[in-house]
């Protein structure tokens, strides 16, 4: 069985600083005051690298990855 991966935002966590979207701009979009929106929060297989990197960057660690 397939494991899927799927971004998601503490939105407690978040101060909106945006470093996720510069990272990782095909899955996160930014409201008006900074903070992450998700389009469709399944990561495809191409780009599971790049949102490791985008969680691993996360200053105040507010963006997590699942298996679902």
Do not use: F, K, Q
């Not at 397939?2 to 979009?29: F, H, N």
């Not at 399944?42 to 298996?67: I, K, Q, S």
């Amino acid at each position: 069985m397939a494991m899927t991966r799927t971004l998601r935002v503490d939105r407690v966590a978040c101060t909106g600083r945006g470093l996720c979207a510069e990272l990782l701009p095909e899955l996160i979009d930014l409201d008006e005051w900074g903070y992450p929106v998700l389009e469709n929060s399944t990561v495809p297989d191409r780009l599971r690298g790049h949102a490791r990197r985008a969680v691993a960057a996360c200053p105040r660690l507010a963006l997590h990855t699942d298996e679902v």
